[in-house]
């Protein structure tokens, strides 16, 4: 079956660093998306990676094993505005995105 | 670029009468438009996958006849929940994909559908 494995919540103090792991289990893999989506909102995006390694935006960056069906998600120099939930899904077979739970991450002061 | 509408933003309905809900690729010809819901603290739920002019593709447990999804031309696809319950109040989002080749999808802000 397809599964996805993140904590379910985390919690960072603002101006720290935190890292969101994903661990995942697809039927086949296109690549790995991964989703910020604050409490009452739609989705939005923030990376892709699609070959192995560190792909750096700002203050975000992920990373991707293909061989270890497993990324994570880091996050610098926190922000309370960084309090949000963070969806790993990664693209099977079909092209489709499989999507968990998702990190709620808290922010403190 | 690659901006989605959805419109109403919120909604409540009667238990028993139908809502349709809109979603709008603003500035580009979606090829491929997907409809989900979420309940709250829950992932997203994928209900179908509409191409433009075929037949959407449901996902195992959602039912055709409740949820009516039309996806009239590149930019446009409504979801009608028929005969809405109680149980069918959650968070309904919708996505589309701009080709075969780039699998990003771009959200629309969600609805909030209360049937009371």
């Known amino acids: 079956g397809q599964n996805i494995d993140q904590p379910t919540e985390m919690t960072a103090t603002e101006g720290a660093i935190v890292q969101i792991n994903c661990t995942y289990q697809t039927s086949g893999f296109n690549g790995l998306f991964w989703y910020q989506q604050h409490a009452g909102e739609a989705p939005t995006f923030l990376s892709y990676n699609v070959l192995d390694g560190l792909e750096e935006k700002g203050r975000f960056s992920s990373f991707l094993s293909r061989s270890k069906g497993y990324s994570y998600l880091l996050l610098k120099e926190l922000q309370m505005k960084d309090s949000a939930s963070y969806l790993c899904?990664?693209?099977?077979?079909?092209?489709?995105?499989?999507w968990g739970a998702g990190t709620k991450l808290i922010i403190k002061p | 670029g690659a901006v989605v509408s959805q419109h109403p933003s919120r909604v409540i309905c009667k238990s028993g009468t139908s809502v349709k809900i809109e979603c709008r690729s603003l500035?580009?010809?979606?090829?491929?438009m997907f409809w989900y819901r979420q309940f709250p603290k829950k992932s997203l739920m994928l209900m179908a996958t509409s191409n433009e002019g075929s037949k959407a593709t449901y996902e195992q447990g959602v039912e055709k006849d409740k949820f009516l999804i039309n996806h009239a031309s590149l930019t446009l696809s409504t979801l009608t929940v028929t005969s809405a319950h109680p149980e069918d109040s959650s968070f309904y989002i919708c996505?589309?994909?701009?080709?075969?080749?780039?699998?990003?999808?771009?959200f629309g802000p969600g609805t909030r559908l209360t049937v009371t």
């Open positions: 996505s589309a994909r701009l080709g075969t080749s780039d699998y990003e999808q771009y």
């Open positions: 500035d580009f010809q979606a090829t491929t």
């Open positions: 899904a990664p693209i099977d077979s079909n092209y489709q995105l499989i």
